[in-house]
T-cell receptor, first 109, second 114 residues
Framework: QKEVEQNSGPLSVPEGAIASLNCTYS??????FFWYRQYSGKSPELIMF????GDKEDGRFTAQLNKASQYVSLLIRDSQPSDSATYLC?????????FGKGTTLSVSS | DAGVIQSPRHEVTEMGQEVTLRCKPI?????LFWYRQTMMRGLELLIY????????DSGMPEDRFSAKMPNASFSTLKIQPSEPRDSAVYFC????????????FGSGTQLSVL
């Protein structure tokens, strides 16, 4: 069964720090990986996606992919209280996204 | 575009009743997905359609669940009869391609079965 695993948290960081969110996946055939942010009571929204091994940067966010280790991470630099949310990792299995259960991030001011 | 539109936003019903959830995808999106989210199981894929045709319904939990997409702008997810364990947030999402680079979610339907 294709699975995506995340530490549920909560992960607590002070404002301005780097938040590191991690994810592992079971399907070696997965080629694409996605990070979604979900505020409480809201729907998930896409932050970024990554296909290739290495790093991909978008503003304060950096996604990292290591296919050999089946590991994906999301770094949030200069964390802000507005970053407090649940972060969902997903892998593309065929056509549909398979999501992890999410990691709750809390950024304190 | 108004985005993916779901209705109702909240549904409270009694066990045994029929529940119908509705979704209007973004115009031009060929893929439509139904997900269910609970604290215990996270966000689970129930079924998805491509060009109105159901492609994979392996995530549909039981025969009590059914989904249809009669045209490109409308889909329904029906639960009959409903049970308390069906209580969850049901999300509809649509995408323009099969690579899901931009998968857009609706606001969800909060279902409570008493």
């Amino acid at each position: 069964q294709k699975e995506v695993e995340q530490n549920s948290g909560p992960l607590s960081v002070p404002e301005g720090a780097i938040a590191s969110l991690n994810c592992t996946y079971s399907d070696r055939g997965s080629q694409s990986f996605f990070w979604y942010r979900q505020y409480s009571g809201k729907s998930p929204e896409l932050i970024m996606f990554i296909y290739s091994n290495g790093d991909k940067e978008d503003g304060r966010f950096t996604a990292q992919l290591n296919k050999a280790s089946q590991y994906v991470s999301l770094l949030i630099r200069d964390s802000q209280p507005s970053d407090s949310a649940t972060y969902l990792c997903a892998s593309l299995a065929g056509t549909a996204l398979i999501f992890g259960k999410g990691t709750t991030l809390s950024v304190s001011s | 575009d108004a985005g993916v539109i779901q209705s109702p936003r909240h549904e409270v019903t009694e066990m045994g009743q029929e529940v119908t959830l509705r979704c209007k995808p973004i115009s031009g999106h060929d893929y439509l997905f139904w997900y269910r989210q609970t604290m215990m199981r996270g966000l689970e894929l129930l079924i998805y359609f491509n060009n109105n045709v159901p492609i994979d319904d392996s995530g549909m939990p039981e025969d009590r669940f059914s989904a249809k997409m009669p045209n490109a702008s409308f889909s329904t997810l029906k639960i009959q009869p409903s049970e308390p364990r069906d209580s969850a947030v049901y999300f509809c999402a649509s995408s323009q391609t099969d690579q899901n680079e931009k998968l857009f979610f609706g606001s969800g339907t909060q279902l409570s079965v008493l």
